[in-house]
């Protein structure tokens, strides 16, 4: 059975920093794309940041220069760092994991609320 399970969400003020994390099992991490998307009320599923198993990145322009997405293969943990947060950055934030299109799944969510 396949989880993905983040944590780290919270409240926080504007321009102040959070770190999510999402603890991955039932799938073979190494070989997998995960990425970071995020939600807010009464919009689309947005991709935030990707990173592929051999460690290569991609971020949404909205967030590049203030986010981070790493990884750690031997915790089965993908990580996001976040700093510089703006009210703008409020939505609940979504773990996936990919792997050749074939395989895809989604965390639960963890809400971020940043407050100006």
């Known amino acids: 059975q396949v989880q993905l399970v983040e944590s780290g969400g919270g409240l926080v003020q504007a321009g102040g920093s959070l770190s999510l994390s999402c603890a991955a099992s039932?799938?073979?991490?190494?070989?997998?794309?995960m990425a970071w998307y995020r939600q807010a009320p009464g919009k689309q599923r947005e991709l935030v940041a990707t990173i592929t198993g051999g460690g290569s990145t991609n971020y949404a322009d909205s967030v590049k220069g203030r986010f981070a997405i790493s990884r750690d293969n031997a915790k089965n943990t993908v990580y996001l760092q976040m700093n510089s947060l703006k009210p703008e950055d409020t939505s609940v934030y979504y773990c996936?994991?990919?792997?050749?299109?074939?395989?895809?799944?989604w965390g639960q969510g963890t809400q971020v609320t940043v407050s100006s």
């Open positions: 039932g799938i073979i991490f190494r070989i997998y794309s």
């Open positions: 996936n994991a990919k792997y050749r299109n074939s395989y895809d799944y």
